[in-house]
């Protein structure tokens, strides 16, 4: 059975996470649209929701004792980003995600934004896991199943 997290604004369907996402003046230059360092946020926001209350959670696996393997934290070790269009302040956009591999201490994500189904920008990025001492570490076996599972369900809807 998939693990599929409770959120208050997202929603995991067929292995991908979605995730609306309202663009603030902050968000913005001084022409009103969406500063180009502010998708590496929202791509965060995505993320970090499509993971909240589970064994693949930020804090579930800072939490962990030394015991466990723990405390672990995720790190961006790459991100590849192309902007399609241009978003502007009071648009609601919707982030994907999707994990597309799973690694022995990393996982790689496909995430895109859109408007309207239109593509506003995408990503390419790189999550791994260090322990306090910043050093690559293996997934515990409860967060590695979660990203598994949402792995195997984005590859068996793209079957469909």
């Not at 996470?17 to 998708?39: K, L, Q, S």
């Not at 804090?59 to 902007?83: A, M, Q």
């Amino acid at each position: 059975m998939m693990n599929e997290p409770q959120t208050a604004a997202g929603a995991w369907k067929e292995g991908v996470f979605h995730f609306p996402i309202r663009v603030y003046y902050e968000d913005t230059d001084v022409g009103g649209m969406v500063y180009h360092a502010r998708y590496v946020s929202f791509f965060e926001r995505v993320r970090t929701e499509s993971i909240r209350d589970t064994a693949a959670d930020v804090n579930y696996l800072f939490d962990l004792s030394e015991e466990e393997g723990g405390p672990l934290t995720y790190v961006v070790s790459n991100i590849n980003i192309r902007y399609h269009r241009q978003a502007k302040v009071g648009d609601v956009l919707m982030g994907h995600s999707k994990v597309t591999r799973v690694r022995a201490a990393a996982i790689e994500v496909k995430q895109w934004i859109t408007r309207d189904d239109e593509l506003v920008t995408e990503a390419d990025v790189m999550v791994a896991i260090i322990g306090k001492d910043g050093r690559p570490r293996r997934w515990p076996n409860s967060a590695k199943k979660c990203w598994q599972d949402w792995m195997q369900a984005a590859m068996d809807a793209e079957e469909n």
